[in-house]
């Protein structure tokens, strides 16, 4: 069964300043997509970022950026230039790449991000 | 378009009574998947339907839950004879035919409180 690690249930950064949140996962698959998903108090699941393992470049979105590392299966969020905005869970996920059934996500526990003005 | 939507947004059963949960996808996609978030929990799989199909369900719990999506109307999400245990956050998903590799879109959830 795939696992995925969410080691860090709170961190706290300055506004303006880089945070990066950490994920691991553990699969035998060798397709899969890989994705984080923002939580505001609003309970709305949002989505920040996507990669897809067969990708070697890791993907972009504005001041998200993750740390793709297949071989360790490591996958980190960086948020550059924190805004008061970010506040919120953070939700790393996971999901085989398979064209029948077990179409689920496979979510971490998630890491609380407190942004210190 | 007005995206997932989900509804109510907070449900109040006490110990014994049925929990119907609505969700009515976006525009356009005809899948849908179900969710349980528990306090200080990521979200857990619950069942993933089509149009009158029932597509994968290894999430469910065997008994008390049941989920439908009909021809017409939303995906329903039953739970009979709730107990305090059930208490969570339910969310709701829907993605397109043919774009089921992309992150879904959510629902703001339900949250069922069980008294």
């Known amino acids: 069964a795939q696992t995925v690690t969410q080691s860090q249930p709170e961190m706290s950064v300055q506004e303006a300043e880089t945070v990066t949140l950490s994920c691991t996962y553990d699969t035998s698959e060798s397709d899969y997509y890989l994705f984080w998903y923002k939580q505001p108090p609003s309970r709305q699941m949002i989505l920040v970022i996507r990669q897809e393992a067969y990708k070697q470049q890791n993907a972009t979105e504005n001041r998200f950026s993750v740390n793709f590392q297949k071989a360790a299966k490591s996958f980190s969020l960086k948020i550059s230039d924190s805004q008061l905005g970010d506040a919120a869970m953070y939700f790393c996920a996971y999901r085989v790449l398979s064209g029948g059934g077990a179409d689920g996500l496979t979510f971490g526990k998630g890491t609380h991000l407190i942004i210190q003005p | 378009n007005a995206g997932v939507m989900q509804n109510p947004r907070h449900l109040v059963r006490r110990r014994g009574q049925e929990a119907r949960l609505r969700c009515s996808p976006m525009?356009?996609?005809?899948?849908v998947y179900w969710y349980r978030q528990l306090p200080e929990e990521g979200l857990k799989f619950m069942v993933y339907?089509?149009?009158?199909?029932?597509?994968?369900e290894s999430g469910m719990p065997k008994e008390r839950f049941s989920a439908e999506f009909p021809k017409e109307g939303p995906s329903i999400l039953r739970i009979q004879q709730v107990v305090r245990g059930d208490s969570a956050a339910y969310f709701c998903?829907?993605?397109?035919?043919?774009?089921?590799?992309?992150?879904?879109?959510f629902g703001s959830g339900t949250r069922l409180t069980v008294v």
């Open positions: 339907l089509q149009k009158e199909n029932i597509i994968d």
């Open positions: 525009k356009g996609h005809s899948h």
């Open positions: 998903a829907s993605s397109q035919q043919g774009a089921v590799n992309y992150g879904y879109t």
